[in-house]
T-cell receptor
Framework: DQQVKQNSPSLSVQEGRISILNCDYT??????FLWYKKYPAEGPTFLIS?????DKNEDGRFTVFLNKSAKHLSLHIVPSQPGDSAVYFC???????????FGTGTSLTVIP | KAGVTQTPRYLIKTRGQQVTLSCSPI?????VSWYQQTPGQGLQFLFE???????NKGNFPGRFSGRQFSNSRSEMNVSTLELGDSALYLC????????????FGDGTRLSIL
């Protein structure tokens, strides 16, 4: 049962434009959401997080938006840079279960 | 500060064999989690260890097991290997577990022939 879903396996964006990566979840009990970035042959690295009581969190070029009524979150990267090309995973966390639930990932390609 | 170290980086086994993967967490981190990554499946949670105790377990068969030592290092064992076990196995550590972001190792690529 995939509780966190990333329905777009890939995304291509021109350098300097906005990249929007989307994530949907089915479990309204998540307390916390995170985004990770993964380069080939490396482990995922933490990017940004958001508490379920917030609707926006910003860190430099990265902003995560949370729409609880739609059970949807998105990661905005502005402006996109070629170094942002990677696979992005979203994850949800439940305090009661003490477990992260990851999506299947979206491969972002930023075209110079 | 050294990151999470996983050994070996690559491993080739045949069906029916067993394998042990190792993970050394960041110094001071007591929570270690294991994940399996396969194409199209994302990161599937295997189990989490905290202070030598398995605190949480994902939906994997009993062929997958693990343990954690007093220095927080962890091992994962897979017995009676199947072709479908071919995957990237990732280990992640955090200070206390809970909702703290996890720090991942670079993984062990396991191939079953």
């Amino acid at each position: 049962d995939q509780q966190v879903k990333q329905n777009s396996p890939s995304l291509s964006v021109q350098e300097g434009r906005i990249s929007i990566l989307n994530c949907d979840y089915t479990n309204s009990m998540f307390d916390y959401f995170l985004w990770y970035k993964k380069y080939p042959a490396e482990g995922p690295t933490f990017l940004i997080s958001i508490s379920s009581i917030k609707d926006k969190n910003e860190d430099g070029r990265f902003t995560v938006f949370l729409n609880k009524s739609a059970k949807h979150l998105s990661l905005h990267i502005v402006p996109s840079q070629p170094g942002d090309s990677a696979v992005y995973f979203c994850a949800g966390f439940k305090n009661t279960g003490n477990q992260f639930y990851f999506g299947t990932g979206t491969s972002l390609t930023v075209i110079p | 500060k050294a990151g999470v170290t996983q050994t070996p980086r690559y491993l080739i086994k045949t069906r029916g064999q067993q394998v042990t993967l190792s993970c050394s967490p960041i110094s001071g981190h007591r929570s270690v989690s294991w994940y399996q990554q396969t194409p199209g499946q994302g990161l599937q949670f295997l189990f989490e260890y905290f202070s030598e105790t398995q605190r949480n377990k994902g939906n994997f068969p009993g062929r997958f097991s693990g343990r954690q030592f007093s220095n927080s290092r962890s091992e994962m064992n897979v017995s009676t290997l199947e072709l479908g076990d071919s995957a990237l196995y990732l280990c992640a550590s955090s200070l206390e577990g809970s909702n703290q972001p996890q720090h991942f190792g670079d993984g062990t690529r396991l191939s079953i022939l």
